[in-house]
């Protein structure tokens, strides 16, 4: 097998970690986020990646090219993106909303917080 | 790239950290320029390291920019990642290698879109007449979902007695 081989699947992987430790392991909801976020963009490099062709160019029809990458996950992954930053809007919305309700934004002391108000 | 991910996880400012998620979102659009992808580039560079980080930016104007954590040693989270990370890489054992032009994805449509593309729908960029023309359902389906955020972060940040400086963030959405 040569060089590239798997490796572009082993990067998408070591990333799509690093941003899931970030989601289960930070405290902090901004932190959170921006771990989701890193998680998305794995995924796209994972679909990017995989339409590529060796030797192929960027789907623009031309003359004299014959090779093609191809187009189908371009365009799923564009769709992609705007809804992810459409999403992070949202959450980004709510962790203002959290903060407006409890007067901070890290999980535990909100946890601690919510049992000060039942006991 | 990995690098950059792996500093966001130690790092405790976060006003570096979403300018760090920016530099991360510039380098993942020079990674789909070399992939040809350059549509994709376009729209990671403009939305994904733009309107991401002005939004993060105003959240952090909106609550604090200190992590307060206690620097605990999370064993759990780290094997759990570990385990399915471990798993994945074993998933990818069976998947065709990079850039081989034999691998299933590459004989669905995909053919049938680069052949006919330019005498059917017109523009020379394939990625185009796809996501306007053969998918563009999808598009309907994306505007839908844009729509629909818009909407949640005006009911979320709309009322109480912040609301003007709050309409302000949520109008960067619309972008």
């Known amino acids: ?119 | 790239m990995t690098v950059t991910a792996f500093a966001l996880v130690r790092l405790r400012n976060l006003f570096a950290v979403v300018m760090l998620s920016g530099i991360f979102s510039l380098l993942a659009a020079v990674l789909y320029v070399v992939l040809d992808a350059v549509d994709v580039a376009f729209t990671e560079a403009a939305v994904g390291a733009g309107i991401a980080t002005v939004l993060m930016l105003g959240t952090l104007a909106l609550t604090t920019s200190v992590v307060k954590e206690a620097p605990q040693k999370p064993i759990a989270p780290l094997l759990i990642v570990s385990l399915t990370g471990a798993l994945l890489i074993f998933g990818t054992l069976d998947m065709p290698p990079y850039g081989d032009p034999s691998a299933p994805i590459h004989h669905h449509v995909a053919p049938r879109y680069i052949e006919k593309s330019g005498s059917e729908v017109g523009p020379p960029n394939i990625v185009t007449s796809v996501l306007a023309s053969y998918r563009g359902y999808d598009t309907l389906g994306e505007v839908t979902v844009i729509f629909t955020a818009a909407v949640g972060v005006l009911i979320l940040l709309g009322g109480g007695r912040r609301s003007r400086k709050k309409r302000r963030t949520a109008g960067k959405t619309g972008g």
């Open chain 1, 1 to 119: 097998m040569e060089f590239p081989g798997l490796f572009n699947y082993w990067i998408v992987v070591v990333l799509m970690m690093t941003g899931f430790y970030i989601v289960i392991a930070q405290g902090n909801l901004v932190k959170k986020v921006v771990g989701l976020n890193i998680f998305q963009v794995s995924v796209f490099v994972f679909y990017i990646s995989m339409s590529k062709i060796r030797g192929g160019t960027a789907p623009i029809l031309d003359e004299g090219i014959e090779i093609y990458t191809n187009p189908l996950p371009h365009v799923l992954i564009l769709t992609a993106i705007v809804v992810g930053v459409a999403t992070t809007a949202l959450a980004l919305a709510l962790v203002v909303r959290i903060r407006d309700a409890y007067g901070t934004i890290e999980e535990e002391e909100i946890g601690q917080l919510e049992q000060e108000e039942e006991t």
